[in-house]
């Protein structure tokens, strides 16, 4: 069973930057896609950012196009999320995904992923 693993959360000041990661156990297992997503307490678990493994191709949710980027490293399989201009409303617990299927569209909805990981927990004060 491939398990995830998310790092880099923490506490940030709106308009400063923060990298999260996630790393696979399985450097090179058959993923088709990996993603980030977001949840608040009582809310639903919110599409952040996909991209496709093999082309790269990246898709983003509304509420943070053009200041999150979605990076993936092949050589060693790690996920990243480079978050940038950072508001307070960014503040949730950020979870990384991945799946094994092919879809005909851009999975952003969570049950379209395989493997979760533990979340980290971002706080941005304003």
């Known amino acids: 069973q491939v398990q995830l693993v998310e790092s880099g959360g923490g506490l940030v000041q709106a308009g400063d930057s923060l990298r999260l990661s996630c790393a696979a156990s399985?450097?090179?297992?058959?993923?088709?896609?990996m993603g980030w997503f977001r949840q608040a307490p009582g809310k639903e678990r919110e599409f952040v950012a996909t991209?496709?493994?093999?082309?790269?191709?990246?898709y983003y949710g509304d509420s943070v196009k053009g200041r999150f980027i979605i990076i993936r490293d092949r050589a060693t399989g790690t996920l990243y999320l480079q978050m940038n201009s950072l508001k307070p409303e960014d503040t949730v617990d950020y979870y990384c995904?991945?799946?094994?299927?092919?879809?005909?569209?851009?999975?952003?909805?969570?049950?379209?992923?395989?493997?979760w990981g533990q979340g980290t927990q971002v706080y941005v004060s304003s």
């Open positions: 995904a991945a799946t094994r299927r092919g879809y005909t569209q851009v999975p952003t909805a969570p049950s379209l992923y395989d493997y």
């Open positions: 399985e450097r090179t297992f058959g993923r088709t896609a």
């Open positions: 991209i496709y493994w093999s082309s790269g191709a990246t």
